[in-house]
């Protein structure tokens, strides 16, 4: 069959790689993360878009289109650009933002947290509780739907609580909470 005549879907997944929102659950994120969700917003549709379209005008006015190399690669990164838009601004509709540094000098674990712990092994670990959009495992950030998260949210200094892992229960002791000063 002819390659013209074949439909490329737009019902692919918006983003691959990001978890999606618990079902009735809500999209919450710091105010740090949801102003880099809005600059990427407004940097691919005012910045990343107009150049490609560009290209992609230039590359159509050349002629045959079927064997343009520039063409073809243009059309398929807007569509990856416009996908972009759409789940950024999807996302950005339902975030719901929390600032944690409302919480600065409490005890006990709430979104936003940064989280000193320690395992039975004796393990000490530290990790900030965010937004499923903004958390990156990299830097010991975890989502609030995470299972640890799950597990320390409302535990307060010096709780032990249950974390279920797949190879059984751990009790696990919470060291430190500490949160954000709030900027002035």
């Given at each position: ?5 074949t ?26 993360g949801?102003a ?29 289109r ?6 073809i ?39 936003g947290?940064?989280?000193?712990y ?32 799950r ?7 010096g709780?032990v ?5 797949p ?18």
């Amino acid at each position: 069959m002819s390659k013209a005549f074949t439909r490329e879907s737009d019902a692919e997944e918006d983003e691959v790689g990001l978890p999606p929102l618990p079902a009735g659950g809500k999209n919450y994120i710091t105010p740090k993360g949801y102003a880099a969700l809005r600059a990427e917003l407004f940097d691919l549709i005012d910045n990343e878009r107009p150049k490609v379209v560009d290209i992609v005008h230039w590359a159509a006015s050349n002629g045959d289109r079927s064997e343009n190399g520039d063409y073809i690669y243009g059309k398929k990164r807007l569509r990856e650009i416009d996908r972009r838009i759409r789940f950024l601004t999807k996302r950005l509709e339902i975030a719901e933002v929390t600032d944690p540094s409302v919480h600065f000098g409490k005890d006990q674990v709430f979104f936003g947290a940064t989280v000193t712990y320690v395992e039975e092994a004796g393990d000490e670990r530290t990790v900030t509780i965010l937004g499923i959009d903004e958390a990156d495992s990299l830097k010991g950030e975890v989502t609030w739907i995470s299972p640890i998260a799950r597990a320390l949210l409302k535990a307060r200094e010096g709780d032990v609580v249950k974390l279920v892992t797949p190879v059984g229960v751990q009790d696990i002791e919470v060291l430190s909470v500490h949160y954000p000063q709030a900027l002035q």
